[in-house]
């Protein structure tokens, strides 16, 4: 099937999508749709964002969508409000020649009652993210006893924010004559488990960049110990100069951190997280498209509905848990046609995590060293070279009448001083700073740990750049570590017992969030000291003070839709 004319697909669908310019199906296409169009049974698709899966899964189920009904037929559900816009979109452009096929979006974050009044179209078709839709089936406005197809598109995800329950009050809801494909990044024990309980005998399609990595795309990685690690962020800004990039962090709280480190240090940089309110998040990527910004700071979740096809990089500041997430957060570079580099900043006790990921995609990781300042400055040069050939707009406009008599200087004098001049500051920052190069790791550089060492570590950094009077120095962190105290003795801390462990996927940084969360109403940052995240449950040491507070916040929180408890251990 190398044409979309050879899949028996309508003249109307044809029609529509020879207009978007789609001239031959792509893999996962050429897979589901002559399966979605004859077979019965369910399908399980592995398959990332870009590979063309929406059309993959509504072309052949508008070829065979019943226009006389009235009744919603098609289900889809998906894990964010930006993707449900996104496939909303799709699928109005797929049916533009379908005169009588409706399609609704229901998502979160917008006025329930225009949602409900939109369904007086009587559509066909209803988009929605699980919690919406949950909400409109418990107001009686979804009628789905007619659904004769269901997809879960990117079920990871919804898995993984903690949408399992909703989706099968929603599954329950449909008749069980259905077709119910599930579409996913990425395959994991929970995706599996709802597929076992909730698909029939299905069909499996696995495509392109799951397994197979893109070979247009570098990847390397540097490593870094934990107190060193914004600074070599920088450091490998400052050298791939004209970047247009997102940076991938694991939680909420560092995507924020790392985002107003960068903007505080002069960045056109923002973060992209589910703790920011719809119109925030909006915002933020309508600049990123824009290239008002050009790194975008953002968690796995929150990066997934943004699509966009020229990003020149992809950071890993933190290492994902999941292989199969590393090759799909690298796969958002090096698209249509254009190279890409991938570059991960590994702790030094990631080298085995890192392994792992080697292995299991083969991907070959290359290690680099976190460049010099003299490099950078190299780089620096070079990307202003590049940029005079290849940006081609006016930003403003000046007469030439302001060019003085430049005659005293050569061509090549001129182009010196102009340099000297733009890449000022970046020289002055680097200037007399030590390498991060050669820097030899010990116990001392792990995250979590002797924190006095990371504030001493801080503190010699800070007084040199304040004797250079530099105004880039990293004041987020140097203003926290002034009022820091030394870390206290175990007799100060309290330890607890916490109900969620590994098995609920719980991780360090999750468990720094939580606690970090439950005393953000103090003005002061508790001492935190120990962490143990065991298979089912956890322990946690904070400084005594702050103990009932802890108690009390972790009371009001979920954790992926978790209850948590907190107790004074033994
Ligand atoms: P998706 O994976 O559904 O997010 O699709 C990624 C992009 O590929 C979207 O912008 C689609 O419009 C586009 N696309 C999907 N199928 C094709 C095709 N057969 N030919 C060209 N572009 C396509």
Redesign the pocket.
């Given at each position: 099937m190398n044409l979309f004319t050879e899949t028996n697909l309508s003249p109307e669908i044809l029609k529509a999508i020879g207009e978007?310019?789609?001239?031959?199906?792509?893999e996962i296409?050429k897979q589901t749709i002559p399966f979605i169009s004859t077979d019965i049974r369910d399908l399980i698709a592995l398959a990332q964002?870009?590979?063309?899966?929406?059309?993959a899964f509504s072309l052949p189920i508008l070829d065979m969508i019943d226009e006389g009904s009235r009744k919603i037929q098609f289900l889809v559900l998906c894990p964010t409000r930006e993707l449900c816009l996104?496939i909303t979109k799709?699928i109005k452009n797929y049916s533009k020649y379908m005169q009588n096929i409706k399609t609704t979006a229901v998502y979160g974050g917008s006025s329930i009652m225009d949602q409900i009044r939109s369904l007086r179209d009587k559509p066909q078709i209803i988009v929605g993210t699980p919690g919406r839709v949950i909400d409109m089936i418990n107001r009686k406005a979804l009628d789905f006893s007619e659904v004769q197809w269901v997809v879960l598109d990117e079920a990871d995800e919804m898995l993984s924010m903690g949408f399992k329950d909703d989706l099968e009050t929603i599954l329950s809801e449909t008749p069980d004559t259905k077709q119910t494909y599930l579409f996913s990044a990425t395959m994991n024990k929970e995706v599996e488990r709802i597929s076992k309980n909730y698909l029939t005998t299905p069909h499996r399609i696995s495509v392109g960049s799951i397994n197979e990595v893109k070979k247009n795309i570098k990847h390397e990685y540097y490593v870094v110990g934990y107190r060193h690690k914004k600074e070599a962020l920088k450091r490998l800004i400052d050298a791939n100069p004209n970047q247009y990039s997102i940076l991938f962090c694991r939680t909420r709280m560092e995507t924020q951190e790392v985002a107003d480190f960068l903007m505080q240090n002069g960045y056109a940089a923002d973060a992209l997280h589910g703790d920011l309110s719809q119109a925030q998040r909006d915002t933020v990527m309508k600049k990123f498209r824009l290239k008002n910004i050009d790194i975008l700071v953002a968690t796995d979740v929150a990066a997934r509905g943004l699509?966009v096809n020229s990003l020149t990089h992809v950071i890993h500041y933190s290492l994902p848990d999941d292989p199969e997430v590393f090759v799909h957060r690298s796969g958002r570079t090096g698209r249509a046609g254009k190279d890409g580099i991938s570059m991960a900043l590994i702790k030094p006790e990631e080298q085995r995590k890192l392994k792992q990921i080697k292995s299991s995609t083969k991907i070959d990781i290359q290690e680099k060293k976190i460049p010099t300042g003299e490099a950078i400055i190299k780089s620096q040069v070079a990307g202003v070279f590049e940029a005079l050939f290849t940006v081609h707009e006016e930003f403003f406009t000046f007469d030439d009448a302001l060019i003085p008599d430049l005659s005293e200087f050569s061509k090549e004098e001129l182009v010196h001083k102009l340099l000297q001049l733009q890449l000022r500051d970046v020289a002055m920052f680097y200037k007399d700073k030590n390498d991060l190069a050669d820097q030899k790791f010990n116990a001392d550089d792990r995250g979590g740990d002797s924190r006095r060492d990371r504030d001493r570590g801080r503190d010699r950094d800070r007084g040199r750049d304040r004797d250079r009077g530099d105004r880039r120095e990293f004041s987020r962190d140097g203003g926290r570590d002034r009022d820091r105290k030394p870390r206290r003795n175990s007799g100060d801390m309290v330890r607890f017992f916490f109900n969620l462990g590994k098995k609920d996927q719980l991780k360090k940084m999750d468990m720094l969030e939580i606690i970090n969360k439950s005393t953000a109403k103090s003005k002061k940052r508790p001492d935190i000291g120990d962490i143990e995240i065991l298979e089912k449950f956890s322990f946690f040491e904070v400084e005594k003070s702050f103990k009932d507070e802890v108690l009390r916040g972790m009371q009001s929180q979920k954790f992926k839709g978790k209850e948590m408890r907190a107790e004074i251990a033994g």
């Open positions: 978007l310019g789609f001239e031959s199906p792509t296409q964002t870009g590979t063309g899966k929406t059309a996104q799709d699509d």
